[in-house]
């Protein structure tokens, strides 16, 4: 696949703009149940900027609201964090941050600024880091100022805002996230940890609390590529 | 813990965390194995939050109008449907789906 630069230009903008509005989606719905769970108007929102990772929100409002502590709350919200720890050394490379950028850029480190941050990096004639960043910063963007706007929107509305099952939503995250996933199923090995890596997170869902099994998961190319390297050469891709 | 102190305590947790990430030195991600894993982590994750957001409820699994939601999408994306078109047609599918149910 051969791009010119305006054309990979444009889509990774498209692209960081539609999940901006799907993360708004999910924002108006996190607003409401940040408030119903019994956190103020202002928490919620500061929340939102501070915290601005969804998974991690949606556990801490999840435990709040569900009559947990507010202690393993916290404590499951930043454990669901530790994969944007993993996604910041797979991206520093990328990135390069320097300065007060990496200050800044950090905080925009997510599932989604991630994900089309790695596919720009996908794109062939020498273009790869310059659309890699691009996707980055425009999806870590578009995604922050639309997540806040509609947490915002969401936690104002409170209770009024219906459930997000009744327009699909909960369908629409996981569409989102395989739609991110095919273009680096452009191989075998790809594949296969793919398929292993849903098989054992849907697995371990009964077993281990809410999040961690995505982390489990992580742990699926680690064994993959140890147990590689006991094998000759000879025997390794032969694509 | 009062919420204000949860919701400070979970912001300060997440974002060292990030920053952690960004600071690495580059040369731990030298090596073949190394840089292996991390091409392969992405692969990982995404399919591991494709298939938890379509099955898991909490810590139960179920099967319920995601996964046709979900199968739409699939024959939207063999069909090289864009980005937001798949994932419009996972959303309505299972809309609908709910509305006829």
């Given amino acids: ?239 | 813990m009062t919420n204000w102190v949860a919701v400070l305590v979970t912001a300060a947790g997440c974002y060292l965390l990030k920053l952690a990430g960004v600071f690495v030195p580059e040369r731990w991600l030298e090596g073949e194995r190394v840089t292996r894993v991390l091409t392969l982590l992405p692969v990982a994750l995404l399919a591991a939050l494709a298939a938890v957001q379509t099955f898991a409820t909490g810590d139960h699994l179920v099967i319920d109008a995601r996964v046709a939601g979900v199968a739409a999408a699939i024959v939207a994306l063999r069909l090289r449907a864009p980005f937001i078109v798949v994932v419009a047609v996972s959303a309505a599918t299972a809309a609908l789906l709910r509305l006829l149910t």
Avoid: K
């Avoid at chain 1, 999940?19 to 019994?38: E, H, K, N």
């Avoid at chain 1, 870590?140 to 947490?151: K, S």
């Fill in chain 1, 1 to 239: 696949m051969t791009e010119s630069w305006p054309e990979a230009r444009a889509r990774l903008v498209r692209t960081a703009v539609s999940i901006g509005v799907a993360s708004g989606a999910y924002g108006i719905s996190l607003g409401a149940l940040g408030v119903a769970a019994g956190l103020s108007v202002t928490q919620t929102c500061a929340m939102s900027l501070l915290v601005f990772t969804g998974g991690s929100q949606f556990a801490l409002v999840g435990v709040i609201g569900g009559g947990g502590a507010a202690a393993s709350g916290a404590a499951s919200a930043i454990l669901l964090g530790v994969r944007n720890g993993v996604y910041g050394v797979r991206l520093a490379p990328l990135l390069r941050l320097r300065g007060p950028r990496r200050f800044v850029g950090a905080q925009l480190v997510i599932d989604e600024s991630t994900a089309v941050g790695l596919s720009g990096e996908t794109v062939g004639g020498g273009l790869g880091t310059r659309a890699g960043r691009l996707g980055f910063w425009a999806t870590g963007l578009a995604v922050f100022v639309l997540w806040n706007l509609a947490t915002l929107v969401g936690a104002i509305a409170g209770d009024a805002v219906g459930d997000p099952r009744t327009f699909g939503l909960d369908a629409a995250a996981p569409a989102a996230f395989l739609a991110l996933l095919a273009p680096r199923l452009d191989n075998r090995p790809a594949w296969v940890i793919a398929v292993v890596s849903a098989v054992v997170a849907v697995s371990v869902v009964p077993l281990v609390p809410a999040g961690v099994p995505v982390l489990v998961a992580a742990l699926v190319p680690v064994v993959a590529v140890l147990a590689r390297r006991t094998r000759p050469a000879s025997e390794r891709e032969t694509t």
